[in-house]
């Protein structure tokens, strides 16, 4: 809406007040005389950037320099031309941590995802090696996938390498590479809606059947993956267990909860809700 005065405005659309990007009230279609609009802000506004099909927003102070911020979580395949992207969103009725860490856990997918990826036949995920930075995690290995059916042959390969990196706050980028060339990752922002609900805004980014009509088929192919981990992730119940035991193969996750609690414990953790009775692990 483009408020009188030349400001670009949000209207709300029950009253048609109209606030401008510092969250100042610049109209009331029902008052009349618009010099008695409060001249304080009346709506939080923050700093936001389009960045790879995404819109960001820094919650922080608004105070801290643009170039002090921490980075847009981002991966450069994201606006490519070369690879071609689809979008979309699903939310799952738990706690965001536990969607997180589905997204960087491989170990499951050889049997949740077994008629789409995986195989459970040779699950062992090997070489497994993890870095981390100030903002995130790296983990490499090697899995072995099967074709999901003769469409993919041309794909097969011995085993496929695995780039999984995992942002702050909780940003999820997996890369992997299949025969002939074939690359795909998918790019999961996993964003907390309440304490005991979440939702996934995701990007699958490819880099072969780059025709718009395939994407369709992306499109419907993470969904069906994602389906299947919210059926699953909405069943744990992290509380009612006694303690945690972690492997190898979980090295990823547990590199970016070192990471998250460090930050959380310099004062940059956010209190979700308060739900009663609730003392799991992945509580903050």
């Not at 789409?116 to 699950?123: M, W």
Request: charged share 25%.
């Amino acid at each position: 809406h483009a408020h009188k005065g030349g400001d670009t405005c949000v209207v709300c659309p029950y009253h048609g007040w109209a606030f401008d990007a510092k969250g100042k009230l610049r109209e009331v279609p029902s008052q009349d005389d618009s010099s008695k609009l409060p001249r304080r802000p009346l709506v939080d506004s923050y700093p936001l950037e389009e960045r790879g099909g995404f819109i960001w927003l820094f919650f922080g102070s608004s105070s801290m320099p643009a170039a002090e911020r921490p980075p847009i979580p981002f991966t450069p395949e994201l606006e490519d031309p070369q690879w071609q992207p689809v979008y979309g969103e699903i939310e799952f009725e738990c706690g965001h941590w536990g969607v997180f860490d589905n997204a960087i856990d491989m170990a499951h997918i050889h049997y949740l995802h077994g008629d789409s990826f995986g195989n459970k036949d040779k699950p062992i995920i090997h070489d497994m090696k993890v870095e981390r930075d100030t903002f995130g995690i790296l983990g490499s290995f090697r899995i072995h996938n099967k074709p999901v059916n003769a469409m993919w042959e041309w794909t097969a390969t011995e085993s496929v390498p695995v780039q999984a990196n995992a942002y702050l706050p909780s940003t999820s980028s997996i890369k992997i590479q299949l025969g002939a060339g074939v690359s795909m990752i998918t790019f999961v922002n996993t964003v907390p809606i309440s304490a005991n609900r979440a939702v996934n805004r995701f990007c699958l980014i490819r880099n072969f059947a780059g025709w718009d009509g395939f994407d369709v088929w992306a499109r419907n192919a993470m969904f069906k993956i994602l389906g299947e981990d919210k059926v699953m992730v909405e069943k744990l119940r992290p509380e009612a267990m006694r303690q945690e035991v972690s492997l190898n193969a979980d090295l990823p996750q547990i590199a970016f909860r070192k990471l998250r609690q460090e930050w959380i414990d310099m004062g940059y953790g956010v209190a979700p809700e308060t739900t009663e009775g609730y003392t799991g692990s992945l509580d903050m």
